[in-house]
C-alpha cells in the first residue's frame, strides 16, 4: 500500500512538473514521438499501453480493437491485458495519435477509411469509443489515415492514398477535436515532388513541418510476397521527403530520400536544428538538417544492418535527450540502437532479435522502458510459426535489453498488435463532477 | 535596445507580482514567418456562447465579446503562480495591446479578452484588480476581463474552447490551489470564428500580429 502511494505521490508530482514543462518556451514534446502541442506530458511511470490491433477472422470476435495493458509495476495487474473495446469490424487498424489536450486517442484503418475517437480522459484504464469518422474519403478524396497529429485544437490526418486510384498521390486533411473537417492540403507533385505521404512532424520553433512518403492502397493491401515479385508495383513507393510552412501549410522544399522514408522524428534536445527517418526499402538513416547558411538539407547517414537483405526498416524512436535512437527491423527481427550523439553519423551500439517480426517500438521519457509489437500490415506479416503477434516490454539499462513482460496476442485472442501509446492515471478532469457536464462526444 | 525590447523590459514585472519569462526573446524567431495576407487561417469551430460576468458583475453574453472585432482570448485564473503559464498570457496579451496601439489599422479594429476558469475565486472584483494592474495608465484596444457565475456556466464555455482543466487524483494540485492547464489564447474573427490557437510554442507575438492582419486583410477582401 505504502508503495502504491508513493509512486501516486510520484505521478502526480511528474504530472504537475509536465505541465511546468509544457508552459515552457524550452519544452517540446510528449513521450518523444508525439506532437509537441500535446499537453500532460507523461514523465513519470506510465499506468498504461494503449495497443491498436488489427481483428484476425476467426480469432476472439474477429475485429479491430484498442486494448489496454496495465504498465505499472506497481499494479497486481502489471503486464496483463485490463480492458478491450472492439469497433466490430475489420479496416486494418493501424496508427493512433492523441489530441492536444490528451482527452482522446484517434485510431484510424487504413482499409476502410474510418477514423475512431476513443476518450481516454474519463476513466484511463478503460477508454471509450465515443465517435466514428467517415467522410475522410468523401470529403476530401484521400484514403488511408495514416499519422495522427495534434495541432491545437486539431489533428492533422496525412493520407496514405487516394479513392480514385489507390495510388500514392494523397494529402493531409485537417480536423478540429469535434470531429469536423476544417481543410485539405494536397501532397505536392511538381518540383519533384511525388505527391506520396505517410508520416507527419512538427517543429514549432522553426515553424516547419516535415512529410514523408511510402505507397499507396494498391500496395499496402497488397500481400508483400506477391508485391515483391511484381517490378511495376515496386516502382510505386515514396522517395521523397517535404518541408512545409506550417503556419502558411504550404510545400517549400522537397528533398529526395529514396526508398520509402517512414517514421519522422526531431530531436527534442534544445537548440538542435535536424530530424531523423528511416528509409524501408533502402534501409538507410536519414538527418534532415540546417545548414550553416539555415537551408534545410537532407543527407544518408548511416545504414540499417545489410540493405542488400532488405531487412525493412519500420518503427524508430529517439530518446528525449536526441542522443539515441532505436529502429525496428521487420523483416529480420532485430532492435538496433544508435548511437546519435553526432546526428551526422549515427553508431550502431546495440542489436538483438525480440521477435520473428517486429514493427512499432515506443519507449518511456527517460528511456528505462521499450516497449515493441509485431504487426506491420495484415498482408505484410510473416505466415506460419513467425506470425508471432505480441507485445513485448522491456528494460533497458544502457547496454541490454531485459524482458519485462509480455502479451501473447493470439493466446489472448486479440489479434495483430500495431501502434502503441502510453497512458496515466495521474490526472483526472477538474470539474467533472459538474452536473450537465457533456462527455467528449457531443462536444 | 529596439521598440519591441523596451516593451518588454516596461512588462516584465508583472501586474500579478508573479515573475514572468523574459519573451523579450520571443520575437527573436527562429524563421522567417510568412507576410500577413499570404496565408490563410482556417476556421477551426465557434466560439461558443455561454454567461459571463463582467467587473462590475453584470451578466453579459460571451459573444458580445467574440464577435464583432478581431479578437485575442485568453483563460487563466488570477492566482495562477507559474510564471510560464497564466501571468505569461496576460503579460503578453498586453505586450500585443501595446503594439497594437501603435497600429492605427488594427487599433479600431481588436479586442483582447480574458476569461477566468475560476469561478469560486475569481469574482467580478477579483477580476477588477486583476484589470487595474494591466489597465492602469496604458491606452490601446478595448480589454475586457471576464468570470463566470459558477462552474456549472464555465464547464460548457471550457468545453467548447477545447481548454481542458485537470487535477492530480491524489489532490496535491487542489490542495495547493493549482488548475493545471495548458496555456491557450484564442485568435477570433468578427464572426465569431476561431481561426488559430496559441499554445506556448506557437505564443509569439510577431507570428500573433500578422495572424490578426491576416484576418485584417481578409475583412478588406
Same mark, same amino acid.
Given at each position: ?196 505521404? +505517410?508520416?507527419?512532424?512538427? *517543429? &514549432?520553433? !522553426?515553424? =516547419? ?6 505507397? /499507396? #492502397? %494498391?500496395?499496402? $493491401? ?114 538496433? +540502437?544508435?548511437?546519435?550523439? *553526432? &546526428?551526422? !553519423?549515427? =553508431? ?6 525480440? /521477435? #520473428? %517480426?517486429?514493427? $512499432? ?83 | ?221
Amino acid at each position: 500500500m505504502l508503495r502504491a502511494s508513493i509512486s501516486s505521490m510520484w505521478l502526480a508530482a511528474a504530472w504537475l512538473a509536465s505541465f511546468t514543462l509544457i508552459a515552457s518556451p524550452g519544452a517540446t514534446a510528449d513521450e518523444t514521438c508525439n506532437s509537441p502541442y500535446i499537453g500532460n506530458l507523461i514523465k513519470g511511470q506510465e499506468d498504461y499501453v494503449y495497443v491498436w490491433t488489427l481483428g484476425i477472422e476467426g480469432l476472439g470476435d474477429g475485429s479491430d480493437k484498442l486494448v489496454t495493458i496495465d504498465a505499472n509495476p506497481a499494479s497486481k495487474t502489471y503486464g496483463k491485458v485490463i480492458h478491450k473495446v472492439s469497433v466490430g469490424r475489420r479496416g486494418e487498424a493501424h496508427h493512433m495519435g492523441l489530441t492536444d489536450d490528451r482527452r482522446a486517442l484517434w485510431a484510424g484503418g487504413l482499409d476502410d477509411s474510418r477514423i475512431y475517437v476513443f476518450d481516454i480522459a474519463k476513466n484511463p484504464a478503460k477508454p471509450r469509443l465515443v465517435k466514428t469518422i467517415t467522410d475522410l474519403s468523401a470529403k476530401t478524396g484521400y484514403v488511408g489515415p495514416h499519422t495522427f497529429y495534434a495541432l491545437p485544437g486539431r489533428v492533422l490526418v496525412q493520407g496514405l492514398s487516394n479513392s480514385q486510384d489507390r495510388g500514392g498521390v494523397t494529402g493531409i486533411a485537417v480536423y478540429n477535436n469535434q470531429g469536423k473537417i476544417v481543410a485539405r492540403y494536397p501532397m505536392p507533385t511538381e518540383g519533384g515532388g511525388d505527391g506520396y505521404g +505517410y508520416d507527419i512532424a512538427i *517543429n &514549432p520553433k !522553426k515553424n =516547419v513541418l516535415l512529410t514523408s512518403s511510402f505507397a /499507396g #492502397k %494498391q500496395n499496402y $493491401m497488397t500481400s508483400l510476397g506477391k508485391l515483391v515479385k511484381d517490378p511495376e508495383a515496386m516502382k510505386h513507393f515514396g522517395n521523397t521527403m517535404v518541408l512545409w510552412d506550417l503556419k502558411a501549410m504550404k510545400p517549400t522544399k522537397i528533398f529526395s530520400v529514396p526508398g520509402a522514408p517512414l517514421e519522422i522524428r526531431w530531436s527534442l534536445n534544445s537548440g538542435d536544428n535536424w530530424a531523423v527517418t528511416a528509409t524501408a526499402l533502402t534501409s538507410k538513416i536519414w538527418l534532415i538538417k540546417q545548414d550553416a547558411k539555415g537551408d534545410w538539407q537532407a543527407q544518408a547517414v548511416a545504414d540499417i544492418g545489410d540493405a542488400s537483405k532488405i531487412p525493412l526498416p519500420v518503427d524508430i524512436s529517439i530518446r528525449a535527450d536526441g542522443k539515441g535512437l532505436w529502429v525496428n527491423t521487420f523483416m529480420d527481427g532485430k532492435t538496433h +540502437y544508435f548511437d546519435l550523439t *553526432n &546526428p551526422e !553519423k549515427p =553508431v550502431q551500439t546495440f542489436e538483438k532479435v525480440t /521477435g #520473428k %517480426q517486429v514493427n $512499432m517500438i515506443s519507449q518511456s521519457w527517460n528511456g528505462e522502458r521499450v516497449y515493441i509489437s509485431s504487426s506491420l500490415l495484415a498482408n505484410w506479416d510473416k505466415t506460419g510459426t513467425d506470425d508471432e503477434q505480441f507485445v513485448r516490454a522491456f528494460h533497458w539499462d544502457g547496454k541490454e535489453l531485459s524482458p519485462a513482460f509480455e502479451v501473447d496476442f493470439l493466446k489472448e485472442k486479440l489479434g495483430r498488435a500495431h501502434h502503441m501509446k502510453l497512458g496515466s492515471k495521474a490526472l483526472k478532469m477538474a470539474f467533472d463532477d459538474v452536473p450537465g457536464r457533456p462527455p467528449l462526444a457531443s462536444r | 535596445m529596439n521598440a519591441g525590447l523596451l516593451v518588454v523590459a516596461s512588462l516584465l514585472s508583472a501586474p500579478s507580482g508573479v515573475a514572468v519569462q523574459d519573451v523579450g526573446k520571443a520575437d527573436e524567431l527562429g524563421f522567417v514567418p510568412p507576410a500577413p495576407g499570404s496565408y490563410v487561417l482556417q476556421h477551426i469551430l465557434r466560439a461558443p456562447e455561454g454567461p459571463v460576468l463582467d467587473v462590475r458583475g453584470q451578466p453579459r453574453r460571451l459573444s458580445r465579446f467574440t464577435t464583432g472585432k478581431i479578437t485575442l482570448l485568453s483563460l487563466i485564473y488570477t492566482s495562477c503562480g507559474d510564471g510560464s503559464g497564466c501571468p505569461l498570457a496576460s503579460h503578453l496579451l498586453a505586450q500585443l495591446r501595446e503594439r497594437a496601439d501603435g497600429n492605427e489599422k488594427l487599433r479600431s479594429r481588436l479586442r483582447f479578452v480574458t476569461l477566468s476558469f475560476d469561478p469560486d475565486n475569481d469574482t467580478p472584483e477579483a477580476m477588477r484588480v486583476y484589470a487595474d494592474g494591466y489597465l492602469s495608465g496604458r491606452t490601446g484596444p478595448p480589454w475586457n476581463f471576464l468570470t463566470t457565475r459558477s462552474r456549472r456556466e464555465l464547464v460548457p464555455v471550457l468545453n467548447g474552447f477545447g481548454q481542458d482543466v485537470w487535477m492530480a487524483v491524489d489532490g496535491s494540485s487542489e490542495k495547493a490551489g493549482k488548475l493545471p492547464h495548458l496555456l491557450k489564447a484564442f485568435l477570433i474573427d468578427r464572426h465569431g470564428w476561431i481561426r488559430e490557437i496559441y499554445t506556448t510554442s506557437f505564443f509569439q507575438p510577431l507570428v500573433v500580429l500578422n495572424d490578426m492582419t491576416t484576418l485584417l486583410l481578409e475583412e478588406q477582401h
